[in-house]
């Protein structure tokens, strides 16, 4: 799930990407708007990490562009049985976020590091 190897752009063909959101630093297509998703009633959250580091970041039901790392972890969880790994851009390496999983699986894609076209 979300993992196109690098340098492959996401495969777009059965919902043709209408409005693309990029990786800020390389535009690489990470996922479309309309794979927005509400996460505990919100789209967009703000949480702190555990050394007071903020993070404003929108939730998606996928990010085809991003590549997972890391072994999953319920270690400082900001989602209730949700186990997270972290999130880079497919092409360029950026951390862009988070993908979680447990009763639900989405991507948190931090604001200021991901454009809308």
Do not use: K
Request: proline share 6%; aromatic share 10%.
């Amino acid at each position: 799930m979300g993992e196109a190897a690098a340098g492959e752009a996401p495969d777009d063909t059965a919902g043709a990407l209408r409005r693309p959101v990029l990786c800020r630093r390389c535009g690489r297509v990470i996922t479309d708007a309309g794979l927005r998703l509400d996460v505990d009633g919100r789209h967009t959250h703000a949480r702190l990490n555990p050394v007071g580091v903020l993070f404003v970041f929108d939730c998606y039901r996928d990010a085809p562009g991003c590549l997972v790392d890391g072994p999953p972890t319920l270690a400082a969880t900001w989602f209730a049985a949700h186990a997270w790994e972290f999130a880079h851009c497919g092409q360029c390496g950026a951390h862009l976020g988070w993908r979680f999983t447990g009763p639900s699986s989405f991507f948190g894609l931090v604001s200021e590091r991901v454009v809308s076209e």
